[in-house]
T-cell receptor
Framework: AQSVAQPEDQVNVAEGNPLTVKCTYS??????LFWYVQYPNRGLQFLLK??????LVKGSYGFEAEFNKSQTSFHLKKPSALVSDSALYFC????????????????FGRGTQLTVWP | DTEVTQTPKHLVMGMTNKKSLKCEQH?????MYWYKQKAKKPPELMFV???????INESVPSRFSPECPNSSLLNLHLHALQPEDSALYLC????????????FGPGTRLTVT
């Protein structure tokens, strides 16, 4: 079975400090991993993805994520947080060995609310 | 153009009404999706269309009826909804169903009274 865990409902960080939003996953095959961000009353915006290759993936707005196969993690990071980064962040996984995934199903984590205070 | 548009932005309807949500993309994507999202929760997949054919129906009640008239358009017809159907309805698209990232529209905020 496929699953994604975001262990923190809420992450608070001061502006200018580094931020980390955690994500761990469970799939039967090699995962395709994604991060999305959602601002209030908006749709989800794609931030970055890991499919294969370099374990460190760089994405939009200065975000990056590191794929760690041994720890089955894909944590989202940013070296210096901005107040405007405050939003709801979702990690998602697709398992190429899962028929549902090949038909388009994404498995989402429950989301982490990031608050960056000035 | 990497935009998915959705209309209307807000919709209030009674339980006996019939209404439709509309989604449009001009990125040449061949897969389109409907999601339902409750506040502070992850999106829940409802339907997937691939090449204008329905490929996933996540056991959605028949009061929700999807339609894909062409590769750029996706509709969701609503009839006899319940108050618990009130939510943000998101449309998304991707190059193909097995493709990587999905691009989401801004959503329609639906309230059923």
């Amino acid at each position: 079975a496929q699953s994604v865990a975001q262990p923190e409902d809420q992450v608070n960080v001061a502006e200018g400090n580094p931020l980390t939003v955690k994500c761990t996953y469970s799939v039967s095959g090699n995962p395709y991993l994604f991060w999305y961000v959602q601002y209030p009353n908006r749709g989800l915006q794609f931030l970055l993805k890991y499919i294969t290759g370099d374990n460190l993936v760089k994405g939009s707005y200065g975000f990056e994520a590191e794929f760690n196969k041994s720890q089955t993690s894909f944590h989202l990071k940013k070296p210096s947080a901005l107040v405007s980064d405050s939003a709801l962040y979702f990690c998602a996984v697709r398992d190429p060995q899962d028929r549902g995934s090949t038909l388009g199903r994404l498995y989402f984590g429950r989301g982490t609310q990031l608050t960056v205070w000035p | 153009d990497t935009e998915v548009t959705q209309t209307p932005k807000h919709l209030v309807m009674g339980m006996t009404n019939k209404k439709s949500l509309k989604c449009e993309q001009h990125m040449g994507h061949r897969a389109m999706y409907w999601y339902k999202q409750k506040a502070k929760k992850p999106p829940e997949l409802m339907f997937v269309y691939s090449y204008e054919k329905l490929s996933i129906n996540e056991s959605v009640p028949s009061r929700f009826s999807p339609e894909c008239p062409n590769s750029s358009l996706l509709n969701l017809h609503l009839h006899a909804l319940q108050p618990e159907d009130s939510a943000l309805y998101l449309c998304a698209s991707s190059q193909e169903e097995g493709s990587y990232e999905q691009y989401f529209g801004p959503g329609t905020r639906l309230t059923v009274t």
